[in-house]
Every structure is written in C-alpha cells, then in structure tokens.
C-alpha cells in the first residue's frame, strides 16, 4: 500500500506557520463550478437532506422492531501485511449495499443475505457508529461506553461476523465522524460550539464535534481498530468533513481559520487515522460529497479536497447521487431525472480530478448509487431497478469497477442486479 504523509498536531500559532511554510497548507485551486453545490444544497436542500436522515432513523425502529431480541481501478493487487500497512484484498470488487445496524440485529437480515447470495452482490457496509453516534454493539472500548454510546442492536456480534463470512460477504465499517452527540455531550469540550457557547447542531438538531481536536480523531479512530479486531475487512469513515447550515456558519472552532483552513483539518484526520490503521493492516475509506469533484467552493465549505484526499487513503467513495445535484447541472434539467448521464459525468469529473496523482498513489474510487427516490426533488422519477443498473453501467463506462448502493431503509430491489457469479 501507498505510503502516507504523517499527521501533525495543533499546538500553537507559530507551529501552524511552521507547517504552512513546509507547504502542508498549499493546494491547487480551482475555479468554482457554475452548478449549485454544497452552500446552495445547504440552503435550497436541508429539509430533504433532513428527510432522507430522517427516513433513516424510522427505518431504523422500523427494522429492530422487526427483530426478537451514508471513492482507481486494480484494488485486487493492492497488499498489506499485518502489522507493516499491507493486507490482503484478494480478487474483490466491491458492489455493495449499505446497512444500518437495527437490520443487522433483526430477522429481516436474513433477507439481505439472501439478495447478496442470489445477485452479483458481494459486500455489506454495516453502521458500526452511525449518524446519531450510537454504536452497534456493545464495543470493549471504555471510552466509547463511558458516554454511553453503545447501543445494542446486535447483540453478538461475534456471531453475525461469523454469519457473514459464511456467505462469502466482503463487510465495511461504517464510521460517522464528526456528527456525534454522544461525544459531544460526554466530552463537552470536544463539542463544536457558537460564540455564544451554544452547540452547532443540524438540521435535526444533531450536535456535532469540532473536527480540529486530537481527541476526537484518537476517538473515531479507536472505534475503527475494534471494528477491525470485530472481523471487519474495513474501515470506511463517513461524514468526515465540516458542518453545513445556518449553524455552521457561526461555529467557533478555535484555531485561526485563514491559517488552518478546513482541508487542513479533514486531512490532517485522515493522515493521523491511515497512519495508525495501516498499522493494523486496515483497507481505510472516506465518503466525500460527489460535488466538491471540480468546484473549490465546496472544498472551502466541508473541507474535503477531491485530489488531496486521492493521495490520503486507500478508497474514495464519492456520493454521486442524482437527487443531489441541481437543476442543469452536467447541461441535465433534472439531473436526477437522467441516472445515467448524471452518474457517468460525475465519475469522469473523478477520473480527470484525479489524473495527476500517480497509480500507485491514488485511492480506488467506489462511488454510492442511489437506491432510493427523491420525492423532494421537483422533477423527480421512482428509482428502482432499472434507474440502479443504468447508475451502475455509468460507473463502468467511465472506467471505474465498484459501486455501492444506498437506501436508508435497507430495501434494494433484486431487479437491476445481475444473477450471482460468485463472490468476487
């Protein structure tokens, strides 16, 4: 696996001009893309974003009620030894769906294996903290459990990995970053505040935490490692970017901003993360939004640099969903009326950001599809199979080999999956 950068501390002003000077604080910039992105999402698409989120909590209750008790190419040849940062991946190419932890501890798993066993389904990325800071199980990590984090909706997870790994499933951590109240109310000094004291929450009034402290990047890291020592064959952090909203632009987060930009940030987490998870042998993934790909404006609002973080960790996953890019965006009217063409422009803007960055140095891109319709967005269409296969050959056609897909509530239609041709 590539070598990383290692990751730096914020201490005080004179060691963040120290770092500026050594250049950590240049990157190439971009003119801002004439399409609506991440500020206008914020202002224009809040309450579907909210709604989306929030379908996801009531399938989430939905689901445990059922039970008794959400980034090129050759990933096969990339390998790490344990404990140098180089690990196995075999001959997968992820084609995955998303998987909250209530349906992992409930009966209607089972219904999730069976698509995966039947299709060209071959990898799960399961909530192992998830966007309300819960943890799925009941972690032997004191610090995770001393703010009462855990949650229990599986209840062995020893048995579910086992379980799993006798369908031959490739699994994937999913680890939201810095939207975490939990910690944000156990560590009340990790929280990310207003000048006026008062927590910056979102939309759902969600408290999220100050994506500059050390502290909180040891945190999510140490989630990462037990997840790792729980049997999962990755890590894949999500939410790892800035806040956006009106909360967000009053947030205090203590450092000079113009000093130690927010990609400074980001990066510096993912830097610190690889290098302690590489350690370990841990594949290291990060969920970025599709829209920063060709628009520096949005890379100043979440802090999330396409190329920058290209060269930081092992797997990008960017979020091209149609339902997220705006009217005429890509020259589409509705862009999330056209899957297709929507999906193919977003992955060959992936493919032209990232093509200065060596092979050897660059992360595998594995975008999410959407799997789910966006009643919200005016001009939308009903997503099913068909608009998922058409998402999917987009990614092919512009030269990518893996996909995930997202639903919120965990219903993937088998129509628009190929039969299953072996887990691989």
């Known amino acids: 696996m590539k070598g990383k950068k290692g990751y730096f501390k914020i201490v005080v002003p004179i060691c963040l ?38 379908n996801s909590r009531k399938g989430q209750e939905e689901e445990s009620g059922r039970s008794d008790g959400k980034e090129e190419d050759e990933i096969a040849d990339r390998t790490v030894q344990e404990g140098t940062g180089e690990k196995e991946r075999g001959e997968v190419k992820v084609k995955g769906i998303y998987v909250t932890g209530p349906m992992a501890g409930s009966h209607a798993f089972q219904d999730l294996l069976y698509l ?24 032997d990590l004191e610090s995770a459990q001393t703010i009462g984090a855990c949650t229990p909706y599986v209840q062995d997870i020893e048995k579910l990995m086992k379980e799993i ?44 935490v100050n994506p500059y402290k050390e502290e909180v990047w040891k945190y999510l890291t140490d989630v990462a490692e037990a997840a790792a020592e729980a049997g999962f064959d990755e890590v894949q952090f999500d939410y790892v970017r800035f806040p956006i909203g009106r909360d967000a632009e009053e947030a205090d987060y203590g450092v000079d901003m113009e000093m ?26 990060a969920d970025v939004f599709g829209t920063i790909i060709g628009s520096e404006t949005d890379v100043k609002q979440v802090g999330q640099d396409y190329a920058e973080l290209g060269k ?47 092979e050897k140095d660059r992360a595998i891109v594995r975008p999410w599809l959407q799997a789910f ?51 691989s």
């Open 116 to 139: 995966v066993d039947n299709t060209e389904l071959n990898t799960m990325v399961i909530d192992v903290k998830n966007d309300e800071g819960n943890i799925t199980w009941k972690m």
């Open 373 to 423: 319709t966006a009643t919200w967005v005016k001009g939308h269409i009903s997503y099913g199979g068909r608009q998922i296969r058409q998402q999917i050959q987009a990614v092919y056609d512009a030269g990518y080999e893996e996909w995930i897909l997202w639903n919120a509530v965990n219903r993937y239609p088998q129509e628009g999956l190929e039969a299953e041709t072996g887990n």
């Open 260 to 285: 130690y930009p927010k990609k400074q940030a980001i990066s510096g987490f993912l830097d610190y993360a690889v290098s302690r998870l590489h350690q370990k042998g841990i594949v290291v993934t």
């Open 17 to 54: 001009m120290i770092l500026l000077a050594a250049g950590l604080g240049a990157w190439k910039g971009r003119r801002p893309a004439k399409e609506r992105g991440i500020e206008a999402m914020a202002e224009s698409s809040q309450e579907s974003l909210a709604e989306d989120s929030e």
């Open 165 to 208: 790994r006798a369908h031959g499933i490739y699994t994937i951590a999913r680890i939201v970053c810095f939207k975490d109240p939990y910690l944000a109310k156990g560590k009340p000094e990790l929280a990310l505040k207003k000048a006026d004291g008062m927590p910056v929450t979102d939309a759902n009034g969600i408290a999220w």
């Open 312 to 358: 930081c960790v092992d797997v990008l996953s960017p979020m091209v969903y149609p339902s997220h890019y705006g009217s005429h965006v890509f020259g589409l009217e509705v862009p999330d009326a056209e899957p297709y063409q929507t999906v193919l422009a977003a992955m060959e803007g992936s493919r032209k950001e990232l093509a200065m960055i060596p």
